[in-house]
């Protein structure tokens, strides 16, 4: 799991065969809304793991 994570965190592309792709996706800055106190706040850019299943994965999940 540690490698996982240093390799993201180095803008690298995991794949698992049968399983998924993880890669990073940027979010860029932003004025969002906090819900408590209904205030306007920034939101500073970020990058984020996204996670995509093969299609192998989604049949066996998804199966009837």
Same mark, same amino acid.
């Not at 792709?21 to 850019?45: Q, W």
């Not at 793991?49 to 093969?54: E, L, R, S, Y």
């Given at each position: 799991?540690?490698?996982?994570?240093?390799?993201? *965190?180095?803008?690298?592309?995991?794949?698992?065969? *049968? /399983? =998924? *792709?993880?890669?990073?996706?940027?979010?860029?800055?932003?004025? =969002?809304?906090?819900?408590?106190?209904?205030?306007?706040?920034?939101? /500073?850019?970020?990058?984020?793991?996204? /996670?995509?299943?093969?299609?192998?994965?989604?049949? *066996?999940? /998804?199966?009837?």
């Amino acid at each position: 799991m540690d490698a996982l994570t240093t390799k993201l *965190s180095n803008g690298g592309h995991i794949e698992l065969h *049968s /399983f =998924g *792709s993880f890669t990073l996706s940027y979010r860029p800055p932003r004025i =969002g809304c906090n819900p408590t106190k209904g205030e306007r706040v920034e939101v /500073f850019a970020k990058y984020v793991p996204h /996670f995509k299943a093969t299609n192998e994965l989604l049949a *066996s999940v /998804f199966a009837k």
